[in-house]
């Protein structure tokens, strides 16, 4: 049992599948299946839909380390120097400073996993994005939108091409 396993308030928490606060934001789906809220600031863990020919732009998170799974579909990732395709079942660490983007290569939505050590980045979704409801249109992102979201990023320890 790990050293830290009773710095986390209250029980362990369940969140059943398809469960957790949906969010679009330029136009893909993340779910926030724990936030830090739950863990005391460690971990935060969301699960993401990307349209085909989506990923956002090189950036770098200068708070947390970032980790995704791919669970369906063909990511494209540059890490640092690093350029290759994730497919499911890849496990791709991307350490706190490091530049990095990815995009869905392919013609189907990928689905990924994806978790911030520390929290935190995951309240980023939750303030540049828009709910996400069944059966509503998926809200369409212009380019002053992004940039909305963009001038906001840093709050939350995101650097990007414009915010430097």
Request: proline residues 9%.
């Amino acid at each position: 049992m790990s050293e830290h396993a009773n710095d986390f308030p209250g029980p362990p928490t369940l969140v059943p599948a398809g469960e957790g606060e949906a969010i679009w934001f330029d136009g893909n789906v993340y779910q926030v299946k724990i936030s830090g809220k739950s863990t005391n600031g460690a971990l935060s863990v969301l699960e993401s839909s990307i349209l085909p020919g989506c990923g956002p732009p090189l950036h770098i998170h200068t708070l947390a380390d970032e980790a995704f799974y791919v669970i369906s579909g063909q990511l494209e990732f540059q890490v640092g120097e690093s350029r290759f395709t994730g497919k499911a079942g890849d496990y791709v660490f991307v350490p706190k400073g490091t530049p990095h983007r990815f995009k869905n290569v392919s013609v189907h939505v990928a689905h990924t996993i994806f978790a911030y050590s520390p929290a935190g980045f995951e309240e980023f979704f939750q303030e540049a994005g828009d709910a996400a409801v069944p059966c509503m249109p998926i809200p369409q992102w212009s380019s002053e939108r992004f940039a909305q979201a963009v001038a906001i990023a840093p709050r939350f320890g995101w650097e990007g091409p414009s915010t430097k």
